[in-house]
């Protein structure tokens, strides 16, 4: 998921935004991803992570932006780039 940064040069608390932003971008609504939310969830507050979710231009795709708003119980029209007359399949 961090592919294109060092790791060791990622702080919890200073990246805090870059982090969150990440793995929320990355198609949670797949179950192969759950556990990298779940491990986004040890590591931040819920509400640090809603405080991200709503701000965020990184998170895209209404399906994914759906899941994330039920999770924490956002309005997914909230986000950035939700498109409230697109329909998924």
């Known amino acids: 998921m ?46 640090s992570i809603k405080l991200y979710a709503k701000n965020s231009s990184e998170i895209f795709g209404n399906e994914n932006i759906e899941f994330v708003a039920s999770r924490y119980g956002l309005n997914p029209r909230g986000f950035k780039k939700y498109l409230p007359n697109i329909k998924h399949a």
């Open 2 to 47: 961090f592919w294109d940064v060092k790791m060791e040069d990622l702080s919890i608390n200073r990246d805090k935004d870059f982090i969150i932003q990440r793995v929320l971008s990355r198609h949670m609504n797949k179950i192969e991803n759950l556990e990298n939310l779940e491990n986004l969830e040890k590591l931040y507050s819920k509400n």
